[in-house]
C-alpha cells in the first residue's frame, strides 16, 4: 500500500520504516527541513535500535522523504498523522499540530483515503479532524479517520512496532478497518515473522499480534488509559519501595511476591526515581483534562503524579543523607535519558536531579552512551561530560546511577572503586545486587532496600545511625 507518515520523529521514523519493512509504499514527511536534509544523507536523527538498518534498507526503494505534505497526501491511500502532542500549560495536549496536519491534506481528499490518528490524541480528536477536513472542502464520504494508538517504547521501538502485544485500531466503518487490516496483514497473518531478514523476534514476543477492532473513541481512550495504568503501577510499586526503606524491608522481594501473582504480572515494578520521557508525564496530564472536562474528577491521577515527583525529592534527600553538605561535593553521574536505549532527553527524571544537585552546589561530571549531545543543548557548560563511566566517577565523592542502560548494570566495579575518591554508589535504578557491591568495597544505596554499607562505612557510624536507605 501507499502510505504517508507525516512526522517523522520517534513514532513516524519508526512506524514509516516498519511499514517499508512489511512490503508498503512509504513517504516519510516532516517540515523541519534540517531533520529532512539529515534523513536523505542517511543520518538517523534519533537512537533506536534496528532504526539505521531499516532505513538503509529501504531509503530510496520503499521509502522516501519529503516536505511537501500536499504531494505525499495526493499520492498516498492512507495518511499517519504521527506529528507531537505537546502539554499546554494548563496541561491539556496541544493539538495544534494535528489540525494544521488535516487543514493542509484536506484538499488531497478526493479519491477515498483513510487518515490515521498515530500520535496520542485525547477522545473526540478524531471526530474533530474529520471536521476540519470537510470544513477545508473535502467531500463526508471520501474519507474516513481512523485511531490507531503506538504503544512502542523508546529504547525498543522497532521490535516493539513489529512484536506487538496488540494492535488496536478505532474505526466508523468496515472499509476503513479493512485498509488497517491489510496493512497490518503481514503481522496479523505470521507472514513477517517468516521472512529470513526480519527483525529478530524478542524474547516475550508472542507472534502472530491481536488486532482489536474498537470505535475511534474508545481506542483514542486505550491510549490515555494504558499509559495512565502502567505510570500508576511505577508509582504504586515506588509508595511500596517508601515503605519498604521505612521499615527495613526489601521492595525486590515484595515485588517478586507481587511480581507472581498472575493478575499482577512482574513487568513494571521496577522502582527508581520515577517516569518521566514524551509520553507519561503529559499523556497522564491530558487524561486529566479530559476526565475534567467530561465532568470526572480523576483524582487518582494527581496522586500518580504526586508520587512520581516526590520519588525525585527523596532521592535527592538520601543523596544528601549519605554525603551530609553538598555544596562543593564532586558527584560522577551515569545516565542523563529519561530511560535505557534512548537519547530522549525529555522530562527525564535524572536530568531534572542533575539540575537539581547543581542547585545544591554540587560539582558534576556526567556521562550517558547516547543522551550527551541532547543534554549539553539543556545543561549547557554548567557540568562536565566525560568519556566513559569510570572518567565520570574519577575523583568523585560518590558515584550516582541514573538511567538503567545495560552497560551500567555490567561496569568493572573494582575499576570504578578505584576511580572514586570515596567508595560510595547511590543507585536510582537498582542495578545492582547489595551484597555484589559491598564485596567489592562499594557502599551501596538503592531504592527501597537496606543500604548495604562497608566494614569501613559500618564502624564510621554510630549504632541505629543510618541503618537504612
Ligand atoms: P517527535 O517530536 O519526536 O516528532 C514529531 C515530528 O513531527 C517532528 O519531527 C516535527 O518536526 C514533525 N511535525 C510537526 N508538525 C508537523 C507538520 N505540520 N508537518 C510535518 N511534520 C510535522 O514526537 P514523537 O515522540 O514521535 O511523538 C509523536 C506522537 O506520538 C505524540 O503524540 C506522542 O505522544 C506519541 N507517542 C510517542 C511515543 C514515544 O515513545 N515517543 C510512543 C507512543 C506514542
Known amino acids: 500500500m501507499r502510505i504517508a507518515v507525516v512526522g517523522s520523529g520517534y513514532v513516524g521514523l519508526v512506524t514509516g520504516a516498519c511499514f517499508a519493512d512489511l512490503g508498503h509504499d512509504v513517504v516519510l514527511v516532516d517540515n523541519d527541513d534540517q531533520k529532512l536534509a539529515a534523513l536523505e544523507n542517511g543520518t538517523i536523527p534519533i537512537h533506536e535500535r534496528f532504526l539505521p538498518e531499516l532505513i538503509a534498507r529501504h531509503r530510496g526503494k520503499r521509502i522516501r522523504f519529503t516536505g511537501d505534505l500536499q504531494s505525499a497526501a495526493h499520492e498516498c491511500d492512507t495518511i499517519f498523522i504521527a506529528v507531537g502532542t505537546p502539554p499546554t500549560d494548563h496541561g491539556e495536549a496541544d493539538l495544534s499540530y494535528v489540525e494544521s ?7 488531497a481528499v478526493g479519491s477515498y483515503k483513510v487518515v490515521v490518528e498515530k500520535s496520542t490524541v485525547p477522545v473526540y480528536t478524531s471526530q474533530w479532524i474529520r471536521t476540519v477536513i470537510i470544513r477545508n472542502g473535502a467531500h463526508p464520504s471520501s474519507f474516513d479517520i481512523a485511531s490507531n494508538p503506538e504503544f512502542l517504547r523508546e529504547g525498543s521501538a522497532v521490535t516493539d512496532f513489529l512484536y506487538p502485544d496488540r494492535i488496536v485500531v478505532g474505526v466508523e466503518s468496515e472499509r476503513c478497518a479493512g485498509v488497517l487490516r491489510e496493512i497490518y496483514a503481514p503481522l496479523t497473518s505470521g507472514e513477517y515473522y517468516s521472512h529470513r531478514d526480519a527483525i529478530p523476534r524478542p524474547d516475550r514476543a508472542q ?8 470505535s475511534t473513541r474508545s481506542a483514542e481512550l486505550i491510549k490515555h488509559a494504558s499509559n495512565a495504568f502502567l505510570a500508576m503501577k511505577i508509582s504504586f510499586i515506588n509508595a511500596v519501595a517508601s515503605i519498604c526503606e521505612s521499615v527495613g524491608a526489601n521492595v525486590q522481594q515484595v515485588c517478586e511476591g507481587i ?16 517516569y518521566g520521557g514524551s509520553c507519561f508525564p503529559k499523556d497522564l496530564m491530558a487524561f486529566r483534562s479530559v476526565a475534567k472536562e467530561c465532568g470526572y474528577d480523576f483524582r487518582l491521577l494527581e496522586e500518580v503524579i504526586r508520587i512520581n515527583e516526590d520519588q525525585r525529592h527523596r532521592f535527592l534527600k538520601k543523596v544528601r543523607g549519605v554525603l551530609w553538605t553538598l555544596r562543593g561535593k564532586r558527584l560522577g553521574v551515569l545516565g542523563l535519558a529519561f530511560k535505557g536505549g534512548t537519547d530522549d532527553i525529555r522530562e527525564s527524571p535524572a536530568v531534572l536531579l542533575v539540575q537539581e544537585l547543581l542547585h545544591e552546589g554540587c560539582r558534576i561530571c556526567v556521562y550517558d552512551p547516547a543522551a550527551m549531545a541532547r543534554a549539553k543543548e539543556v545543561l549547557g557548560a554548567g557540568v562536565e561530560y566525560s568519556s566513559g563511566p569510570y572518567e565520570a566517577a574519577s575523583g568523585a565523592d560518590a558515584l550516582l546511577i ?6 551500567f548494570a555490567a561496569l568493572d566495579l573494582d575499576r570504578m572503586r578505584k576511580a572514586l575518591k570515596y567508595p560510595i554508589v547511590l543507585d536510582g535504578r537498582n542495578l545492582y545486587d547489595p551484597a555484589t557491591m559491598t564485596a567489592h568495597g562499594l557502599s551501596y544505596y538503592s531504592v527501597g532496600r537496606p543500604a548495604a554499607l562497608t566494614e569501613d562505612v559500618q564502624a564510621e557510624v554510630s549504632p541505629g545511625k543510618r541503618e537504612t536507605a
Open 101 to 107: 496536519v488535516a487543514r493542509e491534506i484536506s484538499s
Open 207 to 214: 507472534v502472530p499480534p491481536r488486532l482489536i477492532v474498537t
Open 402 to 407: 541514573l538511567t538503567e542502560w545495560e552497560e
Open 259 to 274: 511480581g507472581a501473582d498472575s493478575r499482577i504480572g512482574p513487568r513494571f515494578l521496577n522502582p527508581g526515581i520515577g
